[in-house]
């Protein structure tokens, strides 16, 4: 890593944060009228997005750095911090322009741009951080600028609901974060990111120390309530009183960030095997159970907020496994995908009201969903292989790696099915779709364990174990989702129906405690 990069570095990746800070702070002074505070905005978004693409290149050409701020190193550009911040200007220059219209009219207007910028501001100061005291102020920051935006609409009690209970899950990850914190200080005697990564307490030959282990776990805990996994997920699913560019920002953006940081501190995740277990655990069970509430979901938001909290499952469990690259282009895909879906929201509307117009396809037998599994298995193998010949790589036994191609062959076997029996128009197309899946899927991992390599292969169980659990896991999803299709009358569905439709409950069981411990006062109750 380059220590004494060059001043202009610290410029253009300070470009970003720095630029929606100003405008966030000329808002609240100026306090102009709606059309110059979008025009400000407008013109922050475009050079925090300038500044993120030509640190982007900055990265490409010079590779990873720790950069200067004065005499402190508080400044770091790695891969995924390069692509997170050229992502997270992106999304935001697409959502200021979306907003301007979506809320034209609205008197609040001006106050949201003002949270608007401080939210952007406050995710880009997480994405450049080396120092961790930096980082979770920034979290901070981000956190609580967009709890103003989900209160745009504070007259609405589902709203300040919802609010709150983020409000208690923010809190309480920050308790985590800061008393992990305080652990690695006392325990490393330093704060820096990239000192803490290349410590030797974490190579030491009896394990890193029992504060280095339990600071891990308590930063897990704390991207966990972030990140709204089950059974924190409560508001994530409540938030749609908000303006629909606020969900796009918050499923595609700020909910990430629990992915990010973990990503980051991917070297000191790797010396702390509980940490590892736990993300793979909650993030296993949060991706199969958010994926089966989701299927009885009708409301086209509320589906795609558990597909949200799927998705986050998902990226946190191959972060636990040490399939950081996949992680970060899950992170990438997911947020992409997100902005599009909420901010098309009506058009999507729309496509699924045709849908329910259009003749159903016959039901699937359970015979034909097992036969598609062992297809996409072999096709995705050959891909794995068809790469791994082009690249001229040995071939490695990583129980990982073909853990998670394993579950990637289960999203191609519903595409194998329609090829099969012809139900779409275009069955050759389908069939094609998988085959390129596959490949982009390989070739992808191919290209990213490139820039960021994933945790080195041990001899030990553990690995084998948590890809065994993660491979068993989602392979009983995906039977009993074949079950249900081929016989969504049968006793099976209708018994597992309601309790899915209710999100297992869970929510009301953690609404009632935290709300038990920290009472919501609305204008009208008591304090």
Same mark, same amino acid.
């Given at each position: 890593?380059?220590?004494?990069?060059?001043?202009?570095?610290?410029?253009?990746?300070?470009?970003?944060?720095?630029?929606?800070?100003?405008?966030?702070?000329?808002?609240?002074?100026?306090?102009?009228? %709606?059309?110059?505070?979008?025009?400000?905005?407008? @013109?922050?978004?475009?050079?925090?997005?300038?500044?993120?693409?030509? @640190?982007?290149?900055?990265?490409?050409?010079?590779?990873?750095?720790?950069?200067?701020?004065?005499? &402190?190193?508080?400044?770091?550009?790695?891969?995924?911090?390069?692509?997170?911040?050229?992502?997270?200007?992106?999304? /935001?220059?697409?959502?200021?322009?979306?907003?301007?219209?979506?809320?034209?009219?609205?008197?609040?207007?001006?106050?949201?741009?003002?949270?608007?910028?401080?939210?952007?501001?406050?995710?880009? /100061?997480?994405?450049?951080?080396?120092?961790? &005291?930096?980082?979770?102020? #920034?979290?901070?920051?981000? @956190?609580?600028?967009?709890? =103003?935006?989900?209160?745009?609409?504070?007259?609405?009690?589902?709203?300040?609901?919802?609010?709150?209970?983020?409000?208690?899950?923010?809190?309480?990850?920050?308790?985590?974060?800061?008393?992990?914190?305080?652990?690695?200080?006392?325990?490393?005697?330093?704060?820096?990111? +990239?000192?803490?990564?290349?410590?030797?307490?974490?190579?030491?030959?009896?394990?890193?120390?029992?504060?280095?282990?339990?600071?891990?776990?308590?930063?897990?805990?704390?991207?966990?309530?972030? #990140?709204?996994?089950?059974?924190?997920?409560?508001?994530?699913?409540?938030?749609?009183?908000?303006?629909?560019?606020?969900?796009?920002?918050?499923?595609?953006?700020?909910?990430?960030?629990?992915?990010?940081?973990?990503?980051?501190?991917?070297?000191?995740?790797?010396?702390?095997?509980?940490?590892?277990?736990? &993300?793979?655990?909650?993030?296993?069970?949060?991706?199969?159970?958010?994926?089966?509430?989701?299927?009885?979901?009708?409301?086209?938001?509320?589906?795609?907020?558990?597909?949200? #909290?799927?998705?986050?499952? !998902?990226?946190?469990?191959?972060?636990?496994?040490?399939?950081?690259?996949?992680?970060?282009?899950?992170?990438?895909?997911?947020? *992409?995908?997100?902005?599009?879906?909420?901010?098309?929201?009506?058009?999507?509307?729309?496509?699924?009201?045709?849908?329910?117009?259009?003749?159903?396809?016959?039901?699937?037998?359970?015979? @034909?969903?097992?036969?598609?599994?062992?297809?996409?298995?072999?096709?995705?193998?050959?891909?794995?292989?068809?790469?791994?010949?082009?690249?001229?790589?040995?071939?490695?036994? +990583?129980?990982?790696?073909?853990?998670?191609?394993?579950?990637?062959?289960?999203?191609?076997?519903?595409?194998?099915?329609?090829?099969?029996?012809?139900?779409?128009?275009?069955?050759?197309?389908?069939?094609?779709?998988?085959?390129?899946?596959? *490949?982009?899927?390989?070739?992808?991992?191919? !290209?990213?364990?490139?820039?960021? %390599?994933?945790?080195?292969?041990?001899?030990?169980?553990?690995?084998?174990? *948590?890809?065994?659990?993660?491979?068993?896991?989602?392979?009983?999803?995906?039977?009993?989702?074949?079950?249900? =299709?081929?016989?969504?009358?049968?006793?099976?569905? =209708?018994?597992?129906?309601?309790?899915?439709?209710?999100?297992?409950?869970?929510?009301? =069981?953690?609404?009632?405690?935290?709300?038990?411990?920290?009472?919501?006062?609305?204008?009208?109750?008591?304090?």
């Amino acid at each position: 890593m380059v220590q004494d990069a060059p001043e202009w570095r610290s410029m253009l990746l300070l470009g970003m944060p720095a630029a929606c800070a100003v405008a966030a702070i000329a808002v609240a002074v100026a306090r102009p009228s %709606p059309a110059a505070a979008w025009t400000l905005v407008r @013109s922050a978004c475009a050079i925090a997005l300038g500044a993120a693409i030509l @640190s982007l290149l900055a990265f490409i050409a010079a590779g990873a750095a720790v950069l200067p701020v004065g005499p &402190l190193s508080l400044l770091r550009t790695d891969a995924a911090g390069a692509v997170v911040l050229t992502l997270v200007a992106f999304i /935001g220059w697409v959502i200021a322009g979306y907003s301007r219209r979506c809320l034209e009219g609205e008197p609040a207007q001006v106050r949201y741009a003002m949270w608007l910028m401080a939210t952007l501001a406050g995710v880009g /100061g997480v994405v450049i951080s080396n120092d961790l &005291l930096a980082l979770a102020a #920034c979290w901070m920051i981000a @956190s609580g600028a967009l709890q =103003r935006l989900l209160l745009f609409h504070e007259d609405r009690p589902a709203a300040r609901i919802a609010a709150h209970k983020k409000l208690i899950a923010n809190r309480l990850s920050e308790l985590f974060l800061f008393a992990a914190i305080g652990l690695l200080w006392t325990t490393l005697d330093t704060l820096r990111i +990239d000192a803490i990564l290349a410590h030797p307490a974490l190579s030491a030959p009896g394990g890193a120390p029992f504060g280095v282990h339990l600071a891990m776990v308590l930063v897990v805990l704390a991207a966990l309530l972030k #990140c709204a996994l089950l059974p924190f997920h409560g508001w994530l699913i409540q938030v749609m009183e908000a303006p629909t560019p606020v969900s796009a920002l918050l499923h595609a953006g700020v909910v990430n960030l629990g992915g990010f940081v973990l990503i980051r501190l991917s070297g000191l995740l790797d010396a702390v095997p509980a940490a590892q277990v736990l &993300l793979v655990v909650a993030g296993t069970t949060t991706a199969v159970l958010a994926a089966l509430v989701m299927t009885t979901r009708i409301s086209i938001k509320v589906s795609l907020a558990w597909s949200t #909290c799927a998705q986050m499952g !998902f990226m946190l469990m191959q972060v636990g496994l040490g399939a950081y690259a996949l992680a970060l282009l899950h992170l990438v895909a997911h947020s *992409l995908y997100k902005a599009h879906a909420f901010l098309s929201a009506g058009d999507t509307v729309h496509r699924t009201a045709a849908l329910a117009l259009a003749e159903r396809s016959p039901q699937e037998r359970m015979s @034909s969903a097992l036969a598609a599994a062992l297809a996409a298995a072999g096709l995705m193998a050959a891909a794995q292989h068809a790469w791994a010949w082009l690249y001229d790589a040995p071939a490695v036994i +990583d129980p990982v790696q073909w853990a998670l191609a394993a579950v990637a062959c289960l999203v191609l076997a519903p595409l194998l099915v329609n090829a099969a029996r012809g139900a779409q128009a275009q069955p050759l197309l389908l069939l094609l779709s998988a085959c390129a899946v596959a *490949l982009a899927y390989a070739g992808m991992h191919q !290209f990213g364990s490139g820039w960021m %390599p994933g945790r080195a292969a041990g001899t030990g169980l553990l690995p084998w174990l *948590l890809a065994a659990a993660v491979l068993a896991a989602f392979a009983a999803l995906y039977l009993l989702q074949a079950a249900i =299709r081929s016989a969504p009358a049968s006793p099976l569905a =209708r018994r597992l129906h309601p309790w899915f439709y209710a999100g297992l409950f869970l929510d009301e =069981r953690t609404t009632r405690a935290g709300f038990r411990a920290w009472p919501l006062h609305t204008p009208g109750s008591r304090p």
